[in-house]
């Protein structure tokens, strides 16, 4: 004593403890507090007078925890369990990004050289307005860009807050509460079992065959035994095994992980498989524009260079040709600049960042961006049973007890003293659960919906849980196994003797046994009669979608293990968990969409095939087996019976993974699994997309998936499907209407280039139409809300094309009707229009710019829909369409009235605004003509990905 006494004192010589903290009742300082746990010092532990005399000196009751009046002075003095972010990137580095693209540096080189030439050929201030229309444009383009980036970037940071915010069970006030892992303080005694995420460093203070995982933060693969002489926790790692408590000593950055964060950058998203796609398309684009670009200016230079040769100029050089050289540059730069298609990743950032919002709203957390649009591919499936097709809420309806089976009523109870007693310690003592009292002074059962409900059917014969659990001493606890599908415990009884109870499902238990409970309460032989009757009795209540559990209890001379065979038959309890409202809909759906479900469960066969039937997920021509049988199989006689397949009951961890990699590896399919346990992680791991659920989920599996779905609900599932759908086809919208641009603008002002020796779209106009096309067109189509049309259609097959042959036919036809208009103006317009004057050249090519704007505006209209002729629908009700579209056309009013100096334009009268409009209008009307076109024929194109398509136009 007097050794660790003199330690003691020394150590607190060493760390002398602040005076705000002892004046706030604590007696250890923080820093000294934390590194005890960091650095797995047990010397320094039990110099401090080990677990109690830590928690006196953080007064701290183990038992009853801390008091809720203490928790703003506990974060004071020893911090909040949060982490030093880094700093949000600022808004200038966003600009400074947007400025890197080489376009936009050889633009700025073309304008300053512009400005140059333009003073000392044209003077000032006129000479420099082609100069600074051109910067101009890039300045709003950059800064447009810049703010796109810079929103998604906080939007990002937010969803990553969320996905954050775990909630754990703690002891305050002497009940056990759920609180945010944020509002953790020092002294809180945290409940731990498996799958959870350890939420802050502390110390173990009891527990049953608690087994952590810290290979997150020592990368050590073999699993921790929590123990008296190795009791330290630290945050960020995860309960692979058992159960326990834990005191808190340091939370937040004095924390083992939060020093380690210290030295993390923020991680970025990758890049999603549609973005690496899109960047393929984008890069062809790019290199025909270069081409155009390069050709464009070849001609314009050498009919320039001809045009001089023949007016015998060629050695008279002066500042106005190197003015028209250096336009030529501008011209073809320009090209180069409209030609590469920016807007394709950003569309698909700006579409799935709109998603994520969105599906956010709507109780579906997306982790990684790349899920939101795979899960529109999505062809099969595999959900679990228990929270996501039922209400996750069970209650016991039914119990077979003393050879008989009956209904449980409000006061149906049995009469024997002695079996209620038994039965209500095998519910009591053998349990996950816990019966608190709430804030309301009623009383609030935690714990698995199972736990739950068994737990509420105890407390009809015994109102007193705690009582019973302070009864009798705890000797060894097995947590629930999802391998051995059981839970035992052995006990002390008050008479100095020792019983082992035993729970689980009801063949395994049933097996266990050798003996009943007989009506008085005396345990009997089980014959082989009875055994089959009640094998019967099970079946029975499966066929009424019933879970059925079996509880047993054996008395014992010793209490060295727990046994595993000759127990006796308590009760079989029959569970009722209902069908959460709208699931049967939700599969309806799924399967309309072409996305099959199979439902995968622990449960008895019976009970998971009267499920399926009522959820209209099992058919009469499906298949229901079980995962012995399944897993017995060849992998050729699993392909044979996995088509067919539509329920899988008994099943371990490893046959749902079996199970998925056979989806995706033999069958190519694009498989979803939902899952709520530490043994689902492999599954979602494996999947295309995992399905996490937000309530009953652990934290293991949460963080091995990929969607968060955040009330557990089925209906959830096919919202995220139809979102992930919405991504791709309005990723597709966008390209059409891009595309359709490109091709417009190359061809008019190269063919123009060739014959004319001009191009009648200048280097100002063709930015502002590549800012309509990469930044507002992409904010107008990419987030267009998904419609109920879209789960009417198969799933988007692996490795199709992304541009269908219904996107080159509407590509095509616009870009035909559109050059031919533009043509007609530029070779025609004059004779056509009765142009004369002086400013006749500016006033067509100012009518040109206008019409092909125009075109576009309405062909983004058209683009809403590629397939529907009536693409007003629904089009008022999506207000960011309608903004950029008035936006748009609001912006070209004020270039061409007002901005003409910069953007070479001159006011056009009324008739020939009418003109630009009822030209671009035109484009509906040819739309109307295109969508008429049989998608199998005319073009010899490959398979767009749906099966089946409309052979003509959808009138809806």
Known sequence: MNFFGSTAVQHTEKHKIPEEVTKAGFNIDPDELASIVRSHDIKRLESNGGLNGISTKLSVSLENGISLSEIPIRQKIYGLNKFVEKPPRPFWMFVWDALQDLTLIILMVCAVVSVGVGIATEGWPKGMYDGIGIISCIFLVVIVTAISDYKQSLQFRDLDKEKRNIFVHVTRNGSRKKVSIHDLVVGDIVNLSIGDQVPADGIFISGYSLTIDESSLSGESEPVNMEKNRPFLLSGTKVQDGSGKMLVTSVGMRTEWGRLMVTLSEGGEDETPLQVKLNGVATIIGKIGLGFAVLTFLVLTTRFIVVKAIHGHITEWSMNDALNLLNYFAIAVTILVVAVPEGLPLAVTLSLAFAMKKLMNDKALVRHLSACETMGSASCICTDKTGTLTTNHMVVTKIWICGEAKRVEENNTTTNEKVARTLVQAIFLNTGGEVVKGKD????????????????????????????????????????????????????????????????????????????????????????????????????????????????????????????????????????????????????????????????????????????????????????????????????????????????????????????????????????????????????????????????????????????????????????????????????????????????????????????????????????????MDTLGALALATEPPHDGLMKRSPIGRNVNFITKIMWRNIIGQSIYQLIVLGVLKFDGKRLLNLNGPNSNATLNTLIFNTFVFCQVFNEINSRDMEKINILKGMFSSWIFVIVMVSTVTFQVIIVEFLGTFANTVPLSGDLWILSVLTGAGSLIIAIGLKCIPVNTGFPMHHDGYEPLPTGPDLA
């Open 441 to 772: 002074g009623k009383t609030e059962i935690l714990g698995s919906p199972t736990e739950a409900a068994l737990l509420e059917f105890g407390l009809r014969f015994d109102k007193n849980f705690d009582a019973q659990k302070k009864e009798f001493n705890i000797i060894k606890l097995e947590p629930f196994n999802s391998v051995k599908k059981k839970m035992s415990v052995l006990v002390k009884l008050s008479d100095g003797k020792v019983r082992a109870f035993v729970k689980g499902a009801s063949e395994i238990i049933l097996c266990m046994c050798d003996k009943i409970v007989e009506k008085n309460g005396e345990s009997v032989p089980l014959s082989e009669e009875q055994r089959k009757k009640i094998a019967d009795v099970i079946n029975s209540f499966a066929c009424e979608a019933l879970r059925t559990l079996c509880l047993a209890f054996r008395d014992m001379e010793n209490d060295e293990s727990i046994p595993e065979t000759n127990y006796t038959l308590i009760v079989v309890v029959g569970i009722k968990d209902p069908v959460r409202p709208g699931v049967k809909e939700a599969v309806k759906t799924c399967l309309d969409a072409g996305i099959v479900v199979r439902m995968v469960t622990g449960d008895n066969i019976n009970t998971a095939k009267a499920i399926a039937k009522e959820c209209g997920i099992l058919t009469d021509d499906g298949i229901a087996i079980e995962g012995p049988e399944f897993r017995d199989k060849t992998t050729e006689e699993m392909k044979e019976i996995i088509p067919k397949l539509q329920v899988m009951a008994r099943s371990l961890p490893l046959d749902k993974h079996k199970l998925v990699t056979m989806l995706r590896k033999e069958l190519k399919e694009v498989v979803a699994v939902t899952g709520d346990g530490t043994n689902d992680a492999p599954a979602l791991h494996e999947a295309d997309i995992g399905l996490a659920m937000g309530i009953a989920g652990t934290e293991v599996a949460k963080e091995s998936a990929d969607v968060v779905i955040m009330d557990d609900n089925f209906s959830t599932i096919v919202n995220v499907a139809k979102w992930g759908r919405s991504v791709y086809i309005n990723i597709q919208k966008f390209v059409q209407f891009q595309l359709t641009v490109n091709v417009v603008a190359l061809m008019t002002n190269f063919v123009s280039a060739c014959i004319s020796g001009s191009a009648p779209l200048t280097a100002v106009q063709l930015l502002w139409v590549n800012m309509i």
